[in-house]
């Protein structure tokens, strides 16, 4: 028997494969540029040459064939000091290619979703059989002419059909008891996928019978229920779409995800672009999800170097890898989100998540409770609070808290985070010492720069004619961008005692735990 007859009888029977095919040969390799051998699960079929090249060829077949790597040329070196330790010399490429056995599916219940289902199925090359105790719905006539009708038992019949990775079992029968039964069958034919239509109820109580069976949770976490990907729609041929679905998700290893590069259905609007918005902003998009920073024109953000906020004044920035970008308008901000960059507008209001009806809005505008920063609750599908100033449940949906302590990141889904107290954080005995405040109004104008080592007494800058003094020894975390005009008692940046041990570029815990609950409330509502 041939290779190729081989693999025939593999696809026929639903067994997967690896065909290993020499295609590259440098020296003494053992065998012809052409020549093939087949791996399954628990053996082999042919040669390519045998010893450690061709022990070292089977195990990265098996791999492939686990799914735990790509097809493709591996190439062993047949030399001592190679991978292989051979000293034929040389070398030898071999292509590793996964084929698939035939998919099989079969459906338990004759009813109007296997009618439908099993219409689709064959469209997309399954092998179909369909089973009913009943005579009247186990009707050939009923279904495609190449679909097995089958007149018995669920269980029983289930139990003496092939199963293989391959072979998949959709379970929607007009009983419990007989759902119950098709699903262990396939449970104990280990198929590859098991899906069971049923409401949560139902679906909940076969599964609970069938671990008092002695079906191990593990075994029944297996098992779809209620079955299929939520697609929309409630007829027969949507939830045979959404189970088919599943199954070709389930069989390819896939995610079910949009294969579009941009999803504005999950857009993201967070309202400031501090350090402490840009932590959120840097959780969600490194989820995946599409976020637009909206900012004032000339933002008083301190961390600059940790903040896309300092977009409005470089054009871009990079923080941990993340770009952020300033955008002129919402056009230009969707061609920077398919960049998968961070585009930062213009926009106090937030007007662009009206525009672009964003699934989230966040309000990272941290106003510390003592402005109504415009926020509401019916802005978007989720609306998140950061800090005080907001109450869960009235105008936003969640708060998460900003305090440092216990509490920090927690959400809240109903109530406030707790008051502003004025208190900066404390870094070495040190709080409001490490803030540089503007001794008088005027225009704002540093001498040095973030990251910088200074001494308590050092002139870091100037408002107006009067000198801006650190009263620490400590490196510069943070300064408010030179040219603006400021007010008396403004923020103006901040100095860390902890000096070298603390990167001005790296995202801080706090934003980052803030990130975190903010993550949580999207997932959660959304």
């Excluded at 209620?226 to 389930?250: F, H, K, R, T, Y």
């Excluded at 998009?285 to 906020?309: D, I, L, M």
């Excluded at 106003?367 to 950061?386: C, M, N, S």
């Amino acid at each position: 028997m041939s290779v190729f007859e081989r693999v025939t009888e593999l696809v026929d029977d639903g067994e997967p494969a690896a065909m290993l095919t020499i295609v590259d040969k440098d020296g003494s390799a053992p065998r012809d540029v052409g020549d093939r051998m087949l791996v399954t699960a628990d053996g082999d079929y042919g040669t390519i040459g045998g010893g450690t090249v061709e022990h070292l060829a089977v195990e990265d077949a098996r791999a492939v064939l686990d799914g735990e790597v790509d097809s493709g040329v591996r190439t062993y070196e047949l030399e001592p000091g190679g991978n292989t330790g051979m000293v034929c010399g040389g070398s030898m490429d071999v292509f590793i290619e996964r084929i698939r056995g035939r998919a099989r599916l079969y459906i338990a219940g004759g009813g109007h979703i296997s009618v439908e289902l099993a219409a689709l199925a064959e469209q997309l090359g399954y092998d179909v059989t369909v089973i009913d105790d009943r005579e009247e719905y186990a009707d050939p006539d009923a279904f495609p002419n190449d679909t097995n009708v089958i007149h018995g038992e669920y269980g029983e019949t289930l139990s003496e059909l092939p199963m293989t990775a391959e072979t998949s079992v959709a379970v929607a029968t007009r009983s419990g008891t007989f759902d119950q039964r098709a699903v262990a069958a396939a449970l104990d034919g280990n198929a590859g996928y098991v899906g069971l239509v049923a409401s949560d109820t139902k679906a909940e109580h076969v599964v609970d019978s069938l671990a008092e069976e002695g079906y191990s949770r593990r075994q029944l976490a297996r098992v779809r229920a209620p079955v299929g990907l939520d697609l929309g729609g409630s007829g027969p041929e949507d939830v045979a779409l959404a189970i088919l679905s599943e199954v070709n998700m389930d069989r390819y290893g896939a995610d079910g995800q949009r294969a579009t590069r941009l999803n504005l259905d999950d857009l993201v609007v967070v309202r400031g672009g501090g350090d402490l918005g840009s932590g959120v902003v840097y959780r969600l998009h490194q989820a995946g999800y599409p976020v637009v920073v909206t900012e004032v024109e000339r933002p008083t953000v301190v961390r600059r170097k940790v903040a896309f906020a300092a977009a409005m004044y470089e054009d871009e920035v990079s923080i941990e890898g993340v770009v952020g970008r300033r955008a002129a308008d919402v056009d230009e901000a969707i061609e920077i989100l398919e960049d998968d960059a961070v585009p930062v507008l213009e926009d106090p209001e937030a007007s662009i998540a009206a525009t672009l009806d964003a699934a989230v809005v966040v309000d990272a505008i941290l106003a510390k409770g003592r402005t109504d920063t415009g926020t509401r609750r019916d802005d978007a599908d989720v609306v998140v609070g950061l800090g005080p100033g907001f109450e869960a449940g009235e105008d936003v949906d969640t708060v998460v808290e900003t305090d440092r302590g216990h509490e920090l990141g927690r959400v809240f889904y109903d109530g406030r985070a707790s008051p502003y107290d004025g208190e900066p954080g404390e870094r070495r005995g040190y709080t409001h010492e490490r803030v540089l405040r503007a001794p008088d109004e005027g225009l704002w104008e540093p001498v040095v720069e973030i990251g910088d080592l200074v001494s308590a007494g050092e002139t870091v800058g100037h408002v107006g004619n009067a000198d801006v003094v650190a009263e620490i020894d400590g490196l510069v975390r943070g300064l408010v961008h030179g040219g603006l005009e400021v007010n008396e008692g403004t923020k103006l940046g901040d100095i860390d005692p902890r000096g070298d041990d603390v990167d001005p570029a790296k995202i801080s815990d706090k934003a980052l735990c803030l990130g975190g609950g903010v993550l949580e409330a999207v997932l959660k509502l959304r």
